[in-house]
């Protein structure tokens, strides 16, 4: 499975920006979409997901303005980002997991956000 990210970039504090990862290879359902992050000097942290298409779960820091859902015919995850803060910037990584216990694993390349003061 090959998932290809794209629509990070530069904002400032309060913009917007829209990420997008879409999945190809697969010949089962995707069981789990999702995106987590890694700020700089920092862990990567979940930032949420959507479970079986509908199940959404996310993280306290960005409930609220972030908002994640899913085009299945796409195989394509996409993470609308809304009053974006310096504390969002990151790298951005999605993920999807083809069993739901994510046995079988994979990850795109990664896209930059940065949030400007």
């Known amino acids: 499975v090959q998932l290809q990210a794209s629509g990070g970039g530069l904002v400032q504090a309060g913009g917007s920006l829209r990420l997008s990862c879409a999945a190809s290879g697969s010949r089962f359902p995707l069981s789990v979409m999702g995106w987590y992050r890694q700020p700089p000097g920092k862990q990567r942290e979940l930032v949420a997901n959507?479970?079986?298409?509908?199940?959404?779960n996310y993280a306290d820091s960005v409930k609220g303005r972030f908002a994640i859902s899913t085009d299945n015919a796409k195989n394509t995850v996409y993470l609308q980002m809304n009053s974006l803060k310096p504390e969002d910037t990151a790298v951005y990584y999605c993920?999807?997991?083809?069993?739901?216990?994510?046995?079988?694993?994979?990850w795109g390349q990664g896209t930059q956000v940065t949030v400007s003061s």
């Open positions: 993920y999807v997991y083809l069993d739901p216990a994510g046995l079988e694993n994979f």
């Open positions: 959507i479970k079986r298409g509908s199940i959404t």
